[in-house]
């Protein structure tokens, strides 16, 4: 009877409070084992919909087990996962936080981290497509959140990974990660080396109106990329934290192309010229960053300030080979004989930035504040050597200076408050940047000033009548300011016939989003969103100057707006069997600014479909096998370009040993060897088609963790985020 007592009072207990509170027992280990069962049975959901964010609860997925967090990220609604990056359906990239702080990785840094972080040790993963107003404006971007489980002092974790890939070329990856925290103390630290060679083909077709080029292009990339972070937090007090972090990256990254181009004559097909083209580039990346942080509880209310102090030096030397040899050239405009040249970069971004936010709960509605201040220079030098006589000499019209300077300051202000018994949730807020920038041109003695104040608003909504229904709405303004690189107006040469060059006059592209959405039962969701964008920018290829010279310049040419519908749905009734399925349709319509340079308008419909599925051979789950599908048909997108047919196909068997510690997983990748970019495009009355050759591979991937399975220690978000995903 005592037992039965207990358990009830247990049940009763857990049932009161929320998902998110730590269930505090002092009593016996019998008890605390009971609560952990209540927990996960009565209170886990799959998906729940908060009022600006979905939250994907995976602590009672098997994937979790033996897994990363990629394992993860590729069965969260609304994600597309794959070894290059992560994307969000509808956004154009998404940024990754843990804990609420952004990491501040480049695509393939940020896909190694996630390798070596345990799904064991991940509470829930929070999609914010629509990012309130605490977060920066920058971007057509969504947010995805890793929620990481609660942490007890005296602990410490520690894990290894390693992986193999074979394709054309062998590729290896291997990292570890430690974390450690006791009473006032908490250190993080995590370090990933990638290394090795890839191989890609890429097929081009341009016809102008007397002539087809046939362009057939190999490219052999050569990966040698150190990343590592690490960080302290002091608790200086019960209500007073202080804590610093430092994140470096270091590349050597080369490449090595060979190109052959076949010139034919439209009206009767002959062949008149050919051109044989080589390259060969390489330098290195260094990216050093730092923080310092403080964060101070006001009082037992909830009132909370945060301060950040943020500092970035990016460093990039970079140089590049190639010579170009053309044979029996028929053409007047194409010229017999050998063009090379070697071209130097050094480019260097700094920026500083601080940032203070603050909580202010009051009794019926929170409030959130803050502001930030973010000050970057960049200085490229462009140095070309024409060595098409043997000896390198200094070409004074390609050689380049450019300096650029950028100044913002933000300010945000937002509230949150529920009625209706609890049923309705709002929050609304809103986001001011003012910017100003300067563009100066040394060598083409040009400078570029200009600067601008806009507001981003956000609102939410949200609607829960009963236990199994949600109704949410949500609103949103972004901007995308131009890339550091982008507006240094520069022509640069990588062959005799391609040239491409920023745009000093660039202007930053405004987007607004506005989506609807319902969830029953957090296993099933339906959502309908619109999205336009103002002054979209993107290449133009512009054959004007000189004929079957092409210059891709950046310009804001087009206006677009598109619509969508999207269904998710997570079918787990079998013990031996998991899947996750999306479908999701769109209609896009984007109208040219430089028309008759491009199409004068564009309009379409595309679409996806995406099923991961996973089958448990024993009932320990222990032994799994599974694949992920997805299918995109053909499409027109926003910048005026055809897409045809793309379909992936991969497939996976995962091992898991002592106690799940050790995990073994084989993996297959793009097994119908058609998940390749194809495209079609008219500029200047040319039609282009450009074709990839995406190889398939295999990989072997180890994982191995230690120590206690319970650390989590606090992850910092940096003030120049934002600046960091700009410098590449």
Excluded: C
């Amino acid at each position: 009877m005592k037992n039965i007592l207990t358990s009830v009072f247990v049940f009763l207990s857990a049932a009161a409070f929320s998902q998110t509170d730590s269930l505090k027992v002092q009593d016996s280990l019998q008890v605390e084992k009971q609560i952990k069962e209540v927990t996960i049975v009565g209170q886990k959901k799959l998906i729940e919909r908060k009022v600006d964010r979905l939250v994907f609860d995976v602590t009672n997925l098997p994937t979790a087990d033996g897994g990363n967090a990629l394992d993860v990220l590729k069965i969260t609604p609304g994600l597309t996962v794959s070894d290059t990056g992560i994307k969000m359906i509808g956004k154009s990239y998404a940024n990754v936080m843990i804990d609420d702080k952004i990491i501040n990785f480049s695509e393939e840094e940020l896909i190694n981290f996630l390798k070596g972080l345990r799904a064991n040790d991940i509470q829930n993963i929070e999609v914010i497509t629509t990012p309130p107003a605490k977060y920066e404006a920058e971007g057509n971007s969504g947010l995805i959140n890793i929620v990481m489980k609660r942490a007890k002092n005296d602990t410490w974790s520690a894990s290894l990974f390693s992986n193999y890939t074979q394709a054309k070329y062998m590729r290896g990856t291997f990292g570890g990660s430690f974390n450690y925290r006791k009473k006032n103390l908490s250190f993080y630290a995590n370090a990933s080396y990638d290394g090795g060679d890839f191989y890609n083909k890429e097929n081009s077709k341009i016809y102008y109106p007397i002539l087809k080029w046939d362009g057939k292009n190999s490219y052999k990339y050569k990966t040698d990329l150190l990343s590592a972070r690490t960080g302290l937090d002091v608790d200086i007090s019960k209500n007073w934290t202080v804590g610093a972090q430092y994140m470096g990256s270091f590349s050597n990254p080369s490449s090595k192309n060979a190109d052959h181009t076949d010139i034919f004559n439209i009206s009767d097909g002959s062949k008149t010229a050919y051109i044989l083209t080589d390259g060969n580039s390489g330098g290195n990346r260094n990216l050093n960053s730092g923080n310092f942080h403080s964060l101070i509880k006001l009082d037992t209310l909830g009132r909370k300030i945060n301060f950040d102090f943020d500092i970035l030096d990016y460093l990039n030397n970079h140089n590049r080979v190639y010579s170009a040899n053309t044979f029996d050239s028929q053409t007047p405009e194409i010229e017999n004989g050998l063009a090379s040249s070697e071209q130097r970069i050094n480019r260097r971004i700094t920026n500083y930035s601080t940032q203070i936010d603050v909580e202010h709960p009051f009794k019926k509605f929170n409030l959130n504040y803050g502001m930030k201040l973010s000050f970057s220079n960049t200085d490229n030098d462009i140095y070309v050597y024409d060595t098409s006589s043997g000896t390198p000499e200094l070409d004074e019209n390609q050689t380049n200076k450019f300096l650029y300077k950028e100044n913002t300051q933000a300010f945000y202000l937002s509230a949150n408050t529920k009625f209706g018994k609890d049923k309705w949730e709002l929050q609304a807020g809103l986001r001011t940047e003012n910017t100003q920038f300067e563009g100066n041109s040394v060598t083409l003695n040009e400078v570029h000033k200009d600067s601008y104040l806009k507001f981003f608003p956000t609102v939410y909504l949200s609607y829960k009548p009963k236990e199994k229904h949600n109704f949410y709405a949500e609103y949103g303004r972004r901007v995308s300011r131009p890339g550091f690189n982008e507006l240094n107006p520069f022509r640069s040469y990588t062959s005799p016939y391609y040239s491409f060059e920023g745009n000093p006059e660039l202007k930053p592209t405004f987007t607004t989003n506005i989506s609807l959405g319902y969830i029953y039962n957090n296993i099933f969701q339906a959502a309908l969103w619109y999205s336009r964008d103002e002054d979209n920018r993107s290449a133009v290829i512009i054959t004007d100057d000189e004929p079957f010279v092409q210059r891709a310049v950046r310009m804001n040419y087009f206006d677009d707006y598109s619509m969508g519908a999207g269904l998710f749905y997570s079918y787990n009734k079998l013990k031996w069997w998991t899947s996750q399925n999306s479908v999701n349709l769109y209609f896009q319509h984007s109208d040219s600014k430089i028309y008759p340079i491009t199409p004068k308008s564009m309009e379409g419909y595309g679409g996806s479909f995406r099923t991961y599925n996973i089958f448990y051979l024993n009932e320990k789950k222990t032994i799994s096998t599974g694949f992920d599908f997805s299918y995109v048909p053909p499409n027109k997108s926003s910048d005026l370009v055809y897409n045809y047919t793309r379909t992936q196909l991969d497939a996976f068997f995962k091992m898991l040993f002592f106690e799940k510690k050790l995990s073994v997983t084989l993996t297959g990748n793009n097994l119908l060897k058609e998940n390749s970019y194809h495209n079609k495009s008219e500029r200047n009355k040319n039609i282009t088609y450009m074709k990839g050759d995406n190889n398939m591979y295999f990989r072997l991937a180890l994982s191995y963790t230690f120590g206690s399975n319970k650390v989590n220690v606090k992850q910092r978000q940096i003030s120049n985020e934002d600046e960091k995903n700009r410098v590449n």
